[in-house]
């Protein structure tokens, strides 16, 4: 025998192996329902546990309480968002039609079926076959539990059953809202503590100072725990935790639902440790991070971690002082100059003016209004004078106290950014209770929006308007 009749053998062989497939799945007629009739008789809140078993994964679900958890591949929180969508569109399905199962299976797809599911409850367990596509139309044949009959439904309505069991984990590495947190550590590479702590309303820096916390900083931290999710999973544990230089982390955050407090209380706290240790590579956009001292190695955006990593003058209050215009009785304004040649002008002091009544004036308010015509209106009496007598220029004053009523900062700085410069203003401010001195710098770069100031200890960059404000204040 030659080649040539060798090769005519075995296409005719293949030939008569492909009708034999064709004949053996030839299409079935499914008798159509006069409606559309729901195959699982379960509502969801019924469903406790969820198997899917197919030729490549087995996925487990099992309901705990309010939460889903993953049972296999993984022993994990679920996304119960994706549980819900699963079993809304097994519960939902609704047959299109039956065939006979018996001589079917094959031509069915249930000889080899592309997966099994099992839901299961207190009193009632559904087991669902799902065969093979039909060749048209994008339905596919399912059995119900023992039925001789298998019932044609929409193939989209299982698009969950094609999902690996990454698609059913819960990617959120906080399991708090943003609006439980309340205790938060960061602690760095150098181990220095930020503490953060929400007291009824209001956050309050606790370490390494005390001083209430900026609303809008600590937003960033509050927001980018509560919303932190895991891009991928790299490990299951933590035994390659170094490998990812997570056994000496950049930033470690503890976050608890409970602040700090020396009263016993009957709430059980709820508190999640996150170490984050080094990029994924030199693009530097995503940074792994190990959830607890047992938990997965993820892979989370490094925005996250950029989010996180603040100072502790970056998390504090950017109110950094608030006068009532109206307790203030005298401001005293000096120019602050370096080491220099040049002469110092002379401070300039506004005192408020105080109005004596007279007692005509007290007694003449308690008479009848006269009936004789009044004299026009008096001119209206300064507010403000100078140290000499000189009346101030009260609009001046008025809007330079405005601006520290409050006075928020851009930025706190280092002090080395808020060195006086010639043109350095020294204000004293005495109100009825206390007396306030703030220093504030002429910009050395002439075309910045930002002056520079120190009060308290504290450096800090404001807007140039508070700089000019005093000058027009303290101008006569």
């Known amino acids: 025998?030659?080649?040539?009749?060798?090769?005519?053998?075995?296409?005719?062989?293949?030939?008569?192996?492909?009708?034999?497939?064709?004949?053996?799945?030839?299409?079935?007629?499914?008798?159509?329902?006069?409606?559309?009739?729901?195959?699982?008789?379960?509502?969801?809140?019924?469903?406790?546990?969820?198997?899917?078993?197919?030729?490549?994964?087995?996925?487990?679900?099992?309901?705990?309480?309010?939460?889903?958890?993953?049972?296999?591949?993984?022993?994990?929180?679920?996304?119960?968002?994706?549980?819900?969508?699963?079993?809304?569109?097994?519960?939902?399905?609704?047959?299109?039609?039956?065939?006979?199962?018996?001589?079917?299976?094959?031509?069915?797809?249930?000889?080899?079926?592309?997966?099994?599911?099992?839901?299961?409850?207190?009193?009632?367990?559904?087991?669902?076959?799902?065969?093979?596509?039909?060749?048209?139309?994008?339905?596919?044949?399912?059995?119900?539990?023992?039925?001789?009959?298998?019932?044609?439904?929409?193939?989209?309505?299982?698009?969950?059953?094609?999902?690996?069991?990454?698609?059913?984990?819960?990617?959120?590495?906080?399991?708090?809202?943003?609006?439980?947190?309340?205790?938060?550590?960061?602690?760095?590479?150098?181990?220095?503590?930020?503490?953060?702590?929400?007291?009824?309303?209001?956050?309050?820096?606790?370490?390494?100072?005390e001083a209430t916390a900026d609303p809008s900083a600590v937003s960033d931290v509050v927001f980018a725990l509560s919303g932190m999710r895991a891009q991928e999973f790299a490990a299951e544990d933590q035994t390659d935790a170094a490998a990812y230089e997570l056994d000496r982390p950049v930033l470690t955050?503890?976050?608890?639902?409970?602040?700090?407090?020396?009263?016993?209380?009957?709430?059980?706290?709820?508190?999640?440790?996150?170490?984050?240790?080094?990029?994924?590579?030199?693009?530097?956009?995503?940074?792994?991070?190990?959830?607890?001292?047992?938990?997965?190695?993820?892979?989370?955006?490094?925005?996250?971690?950029?989010?996180?990593?603040?100072?502790?003058?970056?998390?504090?209050?950017?109110?950094l002082l608030d006068i009532d215009p109206e307790k203030v009785t005298r401001i005293h304004i000096a120019v602050e100059s370096p080491a220099s040649t040049q002469p110092t002008p002379p401070a300039v002091v506004i005192e408020r003016v105080i109005r004596e009544i007279s007692p005509e004036q007290t007694a003449g308010s308690t008479t009848a209004p006269a009936t004789a015509p009044t004299t026009a209106p008096a001119e209206p009496q300064p507010r403000w004078k100078l140290a000499s007598g000189e009346p101030a220029n009260d609009a001046n004053v008025d809007e330079f106290l405005r601006e520290l009523h409050p006075l928020r900062v851009s930025r706190y700085v280092d002090a080395l950014q808020a060195v006086a410069t010639p043109s350095s203003l020294v204000i004293t401010i005495q109100t009825t209770d206390e007396s306030h001195v703030v220093r504030l710098n002429e910009p050395t770069d002439g075309g910045s929006s930002q002056a520079t100031g120190v009060y308290n200890g504290l450096s800090f960059e404001v807007g140039k308007f508070v700089l000019e404000s005093a000058k027009r204040a303290a101008a006569h």
């Open 1 to 209: 025998m030659n080649f040539r009749t060798t090769g005519i053998l075995l296409l005719l062989l293949i030939a008569i192996g492909t009708v034999a497939v064709l004949m053996s799945r030839e299409p079935v007629t499914p008798t159509a329902p006069a409606e559309p009739a729901k195959l699982i008789n379960l509502n969801e809140a019924e469903v406790n546990r969820i198997e899917i078993t197919a030729a490549d994964r087995q996925i487990v679900l099992d309901r705990k309480g309010d939460r889903w958890r993953l049972g296999a591949p993984v022993t994990a929180p679920a996304d119960s968002a994706a549980v819900s969508g699963l079993l809304s569109s097994l519960l939902s399905l609704r047959s299109q039609g039956q065939v006979k199962l018996a001589g079917n299976e094959q031509t069915l797809g249930m000889d080899q079926p592309a997966a099994i599911v099992t839901l299961s409850g207190k009193e009632k367990t559904v087991k669902l076959t799902v065969g093979v596509p039909t060749g048209t139309g994008g339905n596919v044949y399912v059995r119900l539990n023992s039925s001789p009959q298998a019932d044609l439904v929409p193939s989209s309505a299982l698009m969950y059953l094609d999902k690996p069991a990454t698609a059913f984990r819960d990617t959120q590495l906080l399991d708090l809202r943003s609006t439980d947190l309340r205790h938060i550590l960061l602690t760095g590479a150098d181990g220095n503590v930020i503490e953060l702590a929400k007291f009824d309303a209001d956050w309050r820096v606790l370490r390494p100072y």
């Open 253 to 319: 955050v503890t976050a608890s639902s409970q602040p700090p407090s020396t009263q016993p209380t009957t709430t059980p706290a709820v508190a999640t440790t996150i170490r984050f240790g080094r990029f994924d590579d030199v693009l530097e956009k995503s940074v792994f991070a190990a959830v607890g001292e047992t938990g997965p190695i993820v892979k989370v955006p490094a925005t996250a971690l950029r989010s996180l990593k603040k100072s502790p003058l970056e998390l504090r209050d950017r109110k």
